[in-house]
């Protein structure tokens, strides 16, 4: 136990100093982007000047860090199982993705620079934006979301905040479990019509990193940084669309961490151990309801699916001329038309700005109508996505695989780690390695 | 064994009590900076170091006295404490910031560290009954179908309140047909009337009218704003524009009761003059002489600041450009003219002089060609045996171009003086005429571009009223009342007729008949014919400068005052 509790500080350590070093040899790659204005003596007129671009090795050595921190994530949580391994990760990457590099370039965030690259041709993506999309997709087809566990700043922000974690009550996580569904479907809808990068908008965290930020971005991050050290990882389960695809990747992956090293002997220690929902319990041999009721559920959730599909589908494209004024030319032309029709007398920095251009407004109106076609049929397809999440989920919760042991639940799990340590299996399992 | 057991027990509980201390006193102290920078943050989002009322007081007197040194100094020193308070500001809310985040990084350590030492085993009496597995399961249906429910209630109820704020239901389609030859023939589209020649289709209004009496006048009204540019109809609708130093404005006034549609203001135009800026422009030529054009579906209006303004039949913008304040020491005057969709401005000024091609829904720029000297007059557009030509006249020439891609058809150099005359068309003969130069015949055919000149005549000429010419034909119309009848093959005087009051307004062939009013607002109707016929001289009331409109059994004339409604 002592040997394992040292390997790891080691570890911990080592990532530490690399993470240091690494900070002081890129200083210097760093630039003065706006030159500190001279008030005391003579003032000079500064020449405006064009901030360089971000210097490639940053590119680079993001890339590396995050490879090299998947592979640490993944070694730490399949062969390792280590908890503590995995906690100094996490504050490396706090550390190096979130306060040093400021949350940006980001895997969750990556997905939409893809949307927009598959819808806008003209739109160039970075091969290191589609690695980091790409990267922790693969990792977690292979071995889960070890990316969650001690990777993603997002996650592992939420993560060490944690200190007495409560479970919600099941209802609320069922319908709350539903909006990152939601959040994803209007994540690549705003992206693919090129209205706005919702991710980044909302990002609560990026405040924090960047000790700066507009206040509703703070109160955002504030809200979230306090509930997290009650309820895990809320950005995560209720909200985190990339956490769809991983959960995606992560129920079809190929191995996966467990509970317990190797069987379980139903002890129940673990029941409560997961602060995140993610350990599913034995399945009870007897089924108060017969065989026949359920496949009539069943045949009946596959009859209605295309009506609720098609429901979902209809509500959400009425809401196009909504949803379309997050783009900036649909609201545009909307001032515009109040200006014109003496709606309003203010105007507005974009319509002086549009006027001054020249363009016809009916070539501004005809593009935001444009965009309001592509909303509506984005508004079909976002909606009958919902209906099939629903369906599915219905789908899910009627279709009962039978289950002997507790196990992770391969969509949620975080591998994060917390349960193992329940495991007497596990704890058996180290003292003999440490007496050996 | 006991006293070691003890000293084994306390240290923990001792740590406990240490982080339990210093995560209270961390927490406090994130609390207090934690206030400290929400009013902070406030006070800097207030206040604008280079907005601070006490500068602007300065500046204002630095305004007025330009070459006080002191209160320059005085200036900068404020303008530096301004900006080092704000600086300094920023600086308290980012070092705040850090030191939160050291607070609160403390406590969060303090709390993970009682959290370990207050680790407790897995109760047993806090695991589920497994009976309620299955219950649970229901209990997630139920769930599932009350968050899709809520998700349809949610979207619907949003829908219900979410309309298209993109109303193009008064936008231009590109795609919409140009108006017909007879629906042109039926309006009076732009100057001098459809293709701008003076040539009054299917028409017959009356020849005498009386405006003390009320005979035969059907509605007058006042215009808001003055305006030398003359009425344009489609249907049930008239357009006019007037101008002062406070507004440029286009009027739509009901042709069935001279009520006042709607008023659009050629305002917020990129590019357009302030109103302390506007050009100098001459009492008889004013801000708004040009006269609008329409093709049924949109309006377009052209003022002396160089505003050019598309507007749709309900007076909605559609687009609108500033073409630069024309450089032009009268006031800028040529009409528009419209055909197949397309404007054409003629911009002839002192320097810079240009024909532009606009497309009408959209305002974009078709073509454009540059042009010689300045001019006051509006082009015409006419069907040479098919071909279509644009024609205009400057203080130097008469031009000829291909109306869809610009193309200088031909130019012959006639004219001189400032001229204001446009061009008149019969037949294959263009006709062009002003004050010091010469009235010209040129005989044009669509198969060559080299127009010969016919005849050249140079006595009574005119300065401002535009030629009318028939097959066998021409009037002249001077701004000293002389009106000659000219035999237009030859260019020999038919008759000639002396009337008390000048002419600006142009002639205007109504069957055979011919209307001109002249400045003080009496129109003279005689025969077109070769020897002179007065057939009435009713007078408005008022002076006139502009052309009257002719639609159907009605003649809509603006004098200097109202808008006049004539008809039977």
């Known amino acids: 136990m002592k040997k394992l509790n040292i390997n790891t500080s080691r570890a911990g350590l080592f990532l530490i100093l690399f993470i240091v070093i690494l900070m002081i040899g890129s200083s210097a790659f760093t630039q003065n982007r706006f030159p500190k204005p001279e008030f005391e003596s003579d003032y000079q007129q500064s020449q405006t000047t064009t901030p360089d671009p971000q210097a490639q090795i940053y590119e680079v050595m993001d890339l590396f860090v995050l490879f090299l921190m998947l592979v640490l994530a993944t070694y730490f949580a399949h062969r390792k199982r280590s908890r503590h391994a995995l906690f100094i990760l996490a504050i490396v990457s706090v550390i190096y993705f979130g306060f040093w590099r400021k949350g940006c370039v980001c895997s969750v965030g990556s997905l939409q620079n893809i949307t927009l690259a598959l819808f806008d041709k003209s739109f160039m993506i970075p091969v290191v934006v589609v690695l980091f999309f790409a990267l922790p997709l693969i990792f977690t087809l292979f071995f889960g979301r070890t990316f969650c566990a001690s990777v993603c700043p997002l996650g592992t922000v939420q993560e060490l905040v944690l200190i007495r974690p409560m479970t919600l009550p099941k209802w609320l996580s069922r319908i709350l479990g539903l909006f990152p569904y939601l959040y994803l479907g209007l994540t690549l809808l705003f992206a693919a019509t090129g209205a706005a990068f919702l991710i980044c908008r909302f990002d609560p965290f990026v405040a924090f990193f960047r000790m700066n930020g507009s206040l509703d971005m703070l109160i955002l991050g504030a809200f979230f940084l306090v509930t997290s050290t009650v309820i895990g990882r809320p950005y995560c389960r209720f909200v985190c669309p990339y956490g769809v695809l991983l959960g ?9 961490v467990t509970i317990t090293p190797d ?29 026949k009721t359920g496949l009539r559920r069943l045949k009946m959730l596959l009859l209605i699916a295309p009506l609720v599909i098609l429901t979902l589908g209809w509500t959400f494209s009425r809401l196009h001329p909504l949803l379309s004024r997050v783009h900036y030319t ?24 549009f006027r001054s251009s020249g363009t016809p407004t009916k070539v501004l109106y005809d593009e935001a109508l444009r965009i309001q076609k592509q909303f509506n049929i984005g508004g079909w397809i976002l909606g009958g996505f919902m209906g099939l999440v629903i369906i599915w989920q219905l789908v899910g919760v009627s279709i009962i695989r039978h289950r002997k042991d507790y196990e992770i639940d391969r969509f949620s799990c975080v591998s994060c780690a917390r349960c193992f340590n329940y495991c007497p299996r596990e704890k058996n399992k180290k003292k003999t390695k440490v007496n050996e | 064994m006991a006293e070691n057991n003890k000293v084994q027990k306390s240290g923990p509980r001792m740590i406990y009590a ?37 500068l602007q007081t300065l500046l204002q007197q630095l305004e007025e006295n330009p070459s006080d040194e002191q209160l320059k100094d005085q200036i900068r020193s404020l303008d530096l404490l301004a900006r080092k308070a704000y600086f300094t500001s920023k600086w308290q809310l980012k070092t705040g910031g850090f030191l939160m985040l050291c607070g609160v990084l403390l406590m969060l350590i303090s709390l993970k560290i009682m959290s370990e030492f207050s680790k407790k085993d897995p109760d047993q009496n806090g695991f589920s009954d497994p009976s309620n597995f299955w219950t649970e399961i229901r209990q997630s249906r139920k769930w599932i179908i009350t968050g899709g429910t809520g998700l349809v209630i949610l979207s619907v109820i949003l829908s219900a309140f979410t309309q298209s704020s993109i109303d193009q239901s008064g936008m231009p389609d590109a795609g919409a047909s140009s108006p017909s030859q007879e629906e042109v023939l039926r309006n009076w589209t732009n100057f001098r009337g459809p293709g701008g020649n003076g040539h009054a289709s299917a028409v017959n209004p009356p020849i005498d009218w009386n405006v003390e009496d009320g005979t035969h006048i059907l509605w007058k009204t006042e215009v808001p704003k003055s305006g030398m540019s003359s009425p344009v109809v489609w249907d049930d609708r008239l357009f006019l524009t ?20 709607w008023t659009h203001d050629a305002k917020g135009i990129p590019g357009s003059p302030s109103d302390n800026k506007l050009p100098n422009v001459t009492e008889d030529t004013g801000l708004a002489a040009p006269t609008v054009t329409t093709d049924g579906r949109l309006v377009v209006a052209l003022f002396a600041t160089g505003d050019l303004v598309c507007v749709n039949m309900t007076g909605d913008r559609v687009w609108a450009k500033n073409l630069g304040v024309p450089d032009n020491h009268y006031g800028h005057a040529s009409s528009l003219i419209s055909h197949e969709g397309l404007v054409f401005v003629q911009y002839d000024q002192n320097e810079n002089s240009k024909l532009f091609a606009f497309e009408m829904h959209s305002g974009v720029l078709k073509w454009e060609m540059d042009r010689g000297p300045i001019s006051w007059a509006s082009p015409i557009c006419i069907d040479n045996h098919g071909r279509m030509e644009l024609i205009l006249t ?14 200088l058809l031909w130019h012959v150099e006639c004219l001189y003086g400032e001229v204001g005359p446009s061009a008149a068309y019969s037949e294959g003969m263009v006709f062009v005429a002003n004050e010091y130069a010469t009235a010209t015949a040129l005989k044009i055919s669509d198969q060559s571009n080299a127009p010969e000149i016919a005849w050249e005549w140079d006595e009574y000429l005119p300065n401002a009223s535009s030629p009318l010419a028939t097959k066998d034909l021409l ?15 030859t260019g020999k005087v038919r008759w000639e007729q002396d009337f008390d009051d000048g002419f600006y307004s142009s002639p205007i062939l109504v069957n055979d008949r011919v209307y001109l009013i002249d400045l003080s607002g009496v129109m003279q109707i005689f025969r077109m014919d070769a020897s002179f016929e007065l057939l009435g001289s009713p007078a408005l009331g008022e002076d006139s400068f502009s052309t009257p409109a002719f639609v159907g059994d009605r003649i809509y004339i603006r004098g200097v005052e109202h808008l006049f409604c004539i008809g039977n």
């Not at chain 1, 995606?248 to 996966?256: G, I, Q, V």
């Not at chain 2, 009037?475 to 093959?489: E, R, Y």
């Open chain 1, 248 to 256: 995606w990747m992560s129920s079809l992956s190929r191995t996966h």
């Open chain 1, 263 to 291: 069987e379980c002997i139903k002890c129940r220690l673990c029941e409560n151990a997961c602060p995140y929902d993610a350990i599913q319990k034995p399945v009870p041999e007897q089924n108060p309801e017969n065989r």
């Open chain 1, 330 to 353: 649909v609201r545009l032309a909307d001032q515009i038309q109040r200006e014109d029709s003496g709606q309003t007398d203010l105007t507005t920095l974009e319509s002086q700005g």
């Open chain 2, 18 to 54: 240490i982080a339990r201390s210093v995560a209270v006193v961390a927490a406090g102290f994130s609390l207090v900076i934690c206030v400290l920078m929400i009013a902070n943050y406030f006070q800097v989002q207030a206040v604008d170091p280079l907005d601070s009322p006490a």
């Open chain 2, 242 to 261: 007037g101008a002062d130093v406070s507004a440029r404005q286009i009027y739509c006034f009901d042709t069935a009761n001279g009520h006042l549609l």
């Open chain 2, 394 to 407: 400057n203080s130097e020439s008469a031009d000829s171009y291909d109306p869809q891609i610009g193309q």
């Open chain 2, 475 to 489: 009037i002249l119309a001077t701004g000293d009342g002389i009106v000659n009848c000219l035999d237009a093959k």
